[in-house]
């Protein structure tokens, strides 16, 4: 479903991303991990565009995108929940919702979602009403995520959902990432704590210093020591 | 050209590009919002902010039947053209965030334009008024397409800029035939003869504004500009063309502090340069900031405040010396850095919660 070819990104001259090759397959949630500073945000930044590859291709559903804007790539079916939430946050829960429905057409599939949002996170179905920006950060997360849900994604980018969150949180939240899963919806996560990542993706990643250092499926990477020494801790 | 300005130059260009190809989705729903836009007005008279409107409102009507004095009548006219101005500025930079401090800019263009085409095609006032606003909105058009990259200070300073450079234009010597150099234009006809007219001529339009700008930002596209404000990347990672609404936001404004120039014009017969300049942009940032910034309603409040009671209040003092008269702004430029620092919800906000709360209570809320 994406595929992101010999993708190189710089910050001014500075190297983020070199030569990452990269697929997601339908239905599948693979996770990409790393330490802070790895270049995993812009990883997901560069594909839905909020950043601009230096080189190489990313395509989705054997298209090209990378030279699509922002806007565009989003209403390809390609959500993206950024690092630290970034809510609208003078607006209520509802609102953000239905701002996450933008490019959704169809009133129908609109209340589905949302219903099935209020499911996994009852917590925001209380808060409807209430100000974003007053929801505690777990709350937020929960909203981010849901707003992203909202636009009905073929591919859902998830960046450090457990970022700055308590552990009781931090497990609410992947337990919902695995009803996403269950749902179909393919999902490529970002995340730092490889422990919470390595239990509910398939494939994984490990990008250090802006390179994919390590891949295979979680039974491969389980097995290899440094895994085992430097990301679970074992 | 380095790849980062390539890539925004040409993300500017494509944006506007789409823009052309077709009322956006959200405009042309905007009707279908009308019975819902009716009843939340009902509400909304009987909010604090509401009634307060409503009050400056009808005691500016009930004026008129009790003295013609023409002093009074050009405060409060001041007042009914300053608040429209301080609402279109309020759209642009309250609901949408970009913070323009060259406002004045559609100001001078709406008034010129009103007036040139009163003097020289000798069309009626409110036609004049209608193609300087659009004037207006043109000029937004040209503002809005380099400066909507620049973000924050820098869009700030890129507006104010654009202030600059045309007030020197129509100060110049060299354009005097065409532009009018420091005389502008001036000996406009009236409206009527019968002060009242142009009176009550300027506070329909003035109401009409309000009830559009509300209508604009209670809507689905209020809610956009509100998004792109509170987080324009997410507002793009949410598939909305930020480039193409940020210029609405653009045009919007500009087509009413357009409207707000033409009337200046009717009102004082003669258009100067000085129209250009950063203080009236100021102006409209003091009446937003004192009425509540993000509630449009908010201006009625603020420059019936700055017009009617700051300025007259200071006024006797200019007996005293000139430098009185320019108390109002003093004071208006202090309340501004007081605010800035410490109430950025503006400042009448928390100031008037507890009348709000008594308010409240008398309804038996
Ligand atoms: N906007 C930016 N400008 C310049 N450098 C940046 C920017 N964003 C990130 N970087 C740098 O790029 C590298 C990768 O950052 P990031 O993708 O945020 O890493 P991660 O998400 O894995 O923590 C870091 O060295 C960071 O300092
Ligand atoms: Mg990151």
Not at chain 1, 64 to 91: S, T, V, W
Not at chain 2, 40 to 62: A, D, N, V, Y
Request: charged share 20%; with cysteine.
């Amino acid at each position: 479903m994406l595929e992101i070819r010999k993708i190189y990104h710089y910050y001014d001259k500075a190297k983020a991303l070199e030569e990452i090759n990269l697929t997601v397959e339908e239905g599948s949630l693979d996770a990409v991990i790393g330490p802070n500073g790895a270049g995993k945000s812009t990883l997901l930044r560069v594909i839905s565009r909020l950043e601009e590859p230096d080189r190489g291709k990313v395509m989705f559903m054997g298209e090209r995108i990378d030279e699509l804007e922002a806007y565009q790539i989003a209403r390809k079916g390609i959500a993206h929940c950024p690092e630290r939430r970034k809510l609208f946050y003078d607006m209520s829960v509802l609102e953000n919702l239905e701002m996450g429905a933008y490019s959704l057409k169809d009133k129908k599939k609109f209340h589905e979602l949302l219903n099935f949002i209020f499911e996994i996170f009852p917590r925001l179905k209380e808060r409807k009403k209430q100000r974003s920006g007053t929801l505690s950060g777990g709350e937020q997360q929960m909203l981010a995520i849901g707003r992203a849900l909202m636009a009905n994604p073929k591919l859902l980018l998830m960046d450090e959902p457990s970022l700055g969150l308590a552990p009781k949180v931090k497990t609410k939240i992947f337990e919902a990432i695995e009803k996403i899963k269950h749902e179909g919806t393919t999902t490529l996560l970002v995340e730092q704590d490889a422990v919470l990542a390595m239990a509910v993706a398939e494939n994984i990643y490990v990008l250090e210093e802006g390179k994919i250092e390590i891949r295979g499926t979680k039974e491969e990477l389980e097995r290899e020591p440094r895994i085992k020494k430097v990301y679970l801790g074992i | 050209m380095p790849k980062k300005i390539r890539s925004k130059v040409s993300n500017t260009v494509s944006g506007t590009k789409n823009f052309f190809l077709g009322i956006p989705r959200a405009t042309r729903n905007l009707y279908k919002e009308i019975p819902h836009q009716v009843k939340s007005f009902k509400e909304w008279i009987f909010t604090f902010r509401g009634s307060l409107t409503i009050l400056c409102l009808i005691g500016t009507i009930l004026v008129p039947l009790i003295t013609m004095d023409d002093y009074i009548m050009t405060i409060l006219i001041s007042f009914l053209v300053f608040s429209i101005f301080a609402a279109s500025w309020d759209l642009l930079a309250g609901y949408t965030g970009q913070v323009s401090f060259g406002h004045s800019v559609f100001f001078g263009i709406g008034a010129y334009v009103a007036a040139a085409f009163v003097k020289m095609a000798g069309l009626p006032w409110f036609f004049s008024m209608i193609i300087g606003a659009v004037a207006a909105i043109l000029v937004g058009l040209i503002i809005g397409i380099p400066c909507l990259r620049l973000k924050g200070p820098y869009l700030a300073l890129g507006t104010q800029a654009f202030s600059l450079i045309l007030f020197n234009l129509f100060m110049s010597g060299e354009l005097k035939d065409i532009l009018g150099s420091t005389e502008g234009i001036s000996a406009l006809p009236a409206m009527s003869e019968a002060h009242i007219v142009t009176f009550f001529f300027i506070l329909i339009i003035m109401v009409i504004s309000f009830i559009i700008l509300t209508i604009i930002v209670k809507s689905n596209i209020g809610t956009i500009f509100k998004a792109i404000r509170d987080d324009e990347t997410a507002a793009d990672a949410s598939g909305i063309n930020t480039t193409k609404y940020k210029l609405i936001a653009f045009m919007i404004s500009g087509f009413f502090a357009g409207i707000a120039g033409g009337l200046f014009a009717l009102n004082s017969r003669a258009v100067n340069p000085s129209v250009f300049l950063a203080l009236y942009s100021f102006y409209a940032i003091v009446m937003v900031a004192l009425g509540g910034i993000a509630t449009i309603s908010g201006s009625v409040v603020g420059a019936f405040i700055y017009w009617v009671i700051l300025t007259e209040l200071f006024k006797p003092m200019g007996a005293l010396g000139t430098i009185f008269l320019y108390f109002p702004t003093l004071i208006s430029a202090l309340i501004l850095i007081i605010m800035i620092r410490f109430a950025d919800q503006g400042i009448l906000k928390p100031a008037l919660e507890h009348i709000r709360e008594f308010y409240d209570f008398l309804l038996g809320r």
